[in-house]
């Protein structure tokens, strides 16, 4: 009887798992805890009360749980933890106990705002003695499979949440279950689950987001690789197209919203760097996500962008099957209009890769382009005024920079609104029409010359390549206006432009403040200075001499002294003051003294992408890669998609030649013929497989040089008669080429 009773169980204890666990071992017969573990883990009644803890956790216990990268600065620990801090204190839900007078309540009430009242150490050991069992593994499963939908009707229908935080309990535990991804889950017992679990409220997925923060990297990669296996599986066993949209799977929408907790636990528990630009508005976010993502971040002012390294790489998110069979112009059109109705992955950016993000982009950008037009051709009729439909500029190749700034300024001035048509770029007595090349050509132009060190605007350095904003520069803030709408319509207008800066221009342009951190390619030679500064074991005052008084070189090469504080040269740098010397001396480099340049170039380019997805899409590092391209020229991938017309095909004897020539080039000239044939020497986001290039005959033999229609990625290639006759054709076609005017 007494034996009957122990079994009779209605929720577990990790000391009550043992106990059963070892009458079953002596008698030989596991069936009476497959039981227990069947009647526990399929209620959700038994499992919130299971393996309750009634004290916070230690210190110890969170350290255990966290796992924080050992390599890191202590400072830099105490600050991302601080930061956290601030996030998991705001709105959120208190784990408060139920009035249904359940295990340790008193002590339950003591725990913190993000604590759950789990013992998660003693859920994993647990599960790590029970699992090696089949038997008692597929009790687990089989429960799983009972409890799921009961918990999506509670979630849905009842409003448990709301009553009893401690619910969140079930899911923490059964999220601990290290099987969750294997082949037997995946079927059924996993995608029920997800579907429970991305019916839990904002407030509780805010609260579970800030409690796997505190996780190890490997238990937030395991996770992750949970959803992202039930992903993979569904999308390569159904045959998703522009009929069967995976938009309509229940089980990829259910593990991509529970996917995007861990995404958020995964920022929320990396590094976090909370300096903003103090002018710069809250990023646009569209409405449908606005609460998620408040919620998700703690209402505290942190966003993804805040995260300088997650305790995952943000490119394990990404699912790329999933990516092969979005048909993206549906998906923008949920993201954007029926919300409501229909899921968007693009509500998920992280799980998109830079090219579908990139498409979707495009999408919103030419429906802009064609709204534009569209108001223009109503307004002429109502008004009977003759508008361009299209953003105009006719400008002189010699005068580029005064013709384009004249007419932008203009625009920005009268109607900013005509940024957001089509470009449409006109030079003077050439008889070009721009169906794209022309733009792409005006771009490259008006960056050579913007760009030009002569011209004083930014400065060049020779050891990193990268260009930076001139502080002492006599040019006025139009012409750095000019710069940013430049880069704002060429990714408006999806052009590649060969501009070099380091990527804390892109952090700034995203809302960001720069730090030190960000010297380390901004201004190595700096950067190595002041580090050598903060670890000199010696005493700085005596040995180095240094004031809070620096100096900086105009550009008839005069000193320039700037206080970093008042009557900073006659406050010397200390071993207990350095930290800030370094601090107020990177802001001055980074923010302060370009702060005039900065502000004029990020006014530019918000006017063209201001009510774009831009900065909600894309990462610093991807907004880099849509506006330069990529630097990696895989010509083996452009073979492999170029398309013949006119006669030729891949297995044609000069498309042969034609190949084996362009692989033997050298670096210089690969990019010199992909100027030639696209209007720019960088590959598109995701390579040169992206890159639509078609190889048209153009004749027989003859001494006339190859074209191109770079507006269409056409290479037009006459049938010569020898390959040393192609190459010298060849290069002497992209070597020369420039302009649009007609021979």
Not at 218 to 228: G, K, P, S, Y
Request: proline fraction near 4%; include cysteine; charge should be negative.
């Amino acid at each position: 009887m007494e034996l009957n009773h122990k079994f009779k169980v209605t929720y577990l204890t990790e000391e009550k798992v043992y106990e059963i666990l070892d009458i079953c071992g002596e008698k030989e017969d596991y069936s009476p805890l497959i039981r227990v573990i069947g009647r526990v883990f399929s209620s959700a009644e038994g499992l919130v009360q299971s393996f309750r803890r009634s004290k916070p956790h230690t210190k110890e216990e969170l350290k255990s749980l966290q796992g924080k990268d050992e390599d890191k600065d202590e400072d830099e620990k105490e600050a991302a933890t601080a930061s956290a801090a601030v996030a998991m204190e705001e709105d959120s839900p208190a784990s408060s106990s139920s009035s249904s007078g359940r295990l340790g309540d008193s002590d339950v009430q003591k725990l913190g705002p993000d604590e759950v009242s789990v013992d998660v150490e003693a859920v994993r050991r647990v599960y790590e003695r029970l699992l090696s069992n089949e038997k008692i593994e597929a009790a687990f499963l089989n429960a799983l499979v009972y409890l799921s939908p009961n918990v999506e009707c509670d979630l849905t229908y009842h409003n448990v949440y709301s009553r009893d935080p401690n619910y969140l309990n079930l899911f923490v535990i059964v999220m601990e279950n290290s099987n969750l991804h294997s082949p037997e889950y995946l079927e059924i017992a996993l995608p029920q689950f997800c579907k429970a679990m991305s019916k839990l409220p904002l407030a509780a997925q805010a609260k579970l987001a800030r409690l796997w923060s505190r996780y190890k990297a490997e238990q937030i990669r395991r996770m992750v690789e949970t959803f992202q296996q039930l992903i993979t599986y569904k999308v390569i066993s159904n045959e998703f197209n522009s009929r069967n949209l995976v938009n309509d799977d229940d089980a990829v929408v259910a593990a991509t919203k529970c996917l995007k907790i861990v995404y958020y636990a995964n920022v929320l528990g990396g590094d976090l760097d909370m300096e903003h630009n103090e002018d710069e508005d809250e990023e646009p976010i569209p409405e449908s996500s606005e609460l998620t993502l408040q919620e998700l971040l703690g209402r505290s002012g942190i966003r993804t962008n805040d995260c300088r390294r997650p305790l995952v790489l943000f490119e394990e998110f990404v699912n790329e099957p999933l990516n092969e069979v979005l048909e993206m112009d549906k998906d923008y059109t949920f993201f954007k209009v029926e919300t409501e109705n229909k899921f968007s992955f693009m509500t998920c950016p992280f799980i998109l890769n830079a090219v579908t993000k990139n498409l979707g982009l495009y999408y919103d950008n030419r429906i802009r382009m064609y709204s534009e037009r569209r108001i223009t051709v109503l307004y002429s009729l109502v008004q009977g005024q003759q508008l361009n439909p299209y953003l105009r500029l006719k400008v002189r190749r010699d005068h580029i920079i005064d013709d384009a700034l004249v007419r932008l300024e203009m625009i920005a001035m009268e109607n900013p609104a005509d940024l957001k048509k089509q470009l449409y770029v006109e030079f003077e007595g050439e008889q070009g029409v721009d169906e794209g090349g022309v733009s792409k050509e005006f771009f490259q132009l008006v960056v050579e010359e913007i760009f030009n060190p002569d011209i004083g605007m930014f400065t060049y350095d020779e050891r990193t390549r990268l260009f930076w904003f001139n502080p002492s520069s006599f040019e006025n803030d139009g012409q750095y206006t000019l710069i940013g709408i430049v880069l704002g319509l060429a990714i408006y207008n999806n052009c590649i432009l060969d501009v070099h800066f380091p990527m804390v221009v892109y952090r700034k342009l995203m809302g960001k403040k720069g730090t030190f951190r960000d010297l380390a390619d901004a201004n190595p030679v700096l950067n190595q200075s002041l580090k050598e500064l903060m670890e000199y074991e010696g005493s700085v005052e005596e040995d180095m001499m240094i004031t809070f008084q620096i100096s900086q070189t105009d550009l008839f090469g005069n000193a320039l002294m700037y206080d970093l504080r008042e009557n900073g040269d006659k406050i010397p740098v200390t071993n207990d003051n350095r930290k800030d010397f370094i601090s107020q001396y990177t802001d001055y480099i980074l923010n302060k003294s370009v702060e005039k340049q900065f502000k004029a170039f990020r006014r530019g380019f918000h006017m063209v992408t201001n009510e774009s997805p831009l900065k909600y899409l894309f990462r610093p590092e991807e907004i880099e890669l849509l506006i330069c391209g990529s630097r990696n020229l895989d010509f083996l991938a452009l073979e492999e998609t170029t398309e013949y017309d006119g006669g030729y095909n891949r297995d044609s004897r000069i498309i042969k030649e034609f190949w084996e020539t362009l692989h033997s080039f050298g670096e210089d000239q690969k990019r010199l013929f992909l100027q030639f044939t696209t209007g720019t020497d960088r590959a598109p986001v995701g390579g040169l497989g992206k890159l639509k290039m078609i190889i048209a005959k153009n004749g027989p033999d003859t001494d006339r040089l190859p074209t191109s229609h770079t507006c269409f990625n056409v290479l037009l290639l006459p049938e010569y008669n020898s390959k040393e006759k192609l190459r010298e054709r060849l290069l002497k076609a992209i070597t020369y080429a420039k302009g649009f005017g007609m021979l």
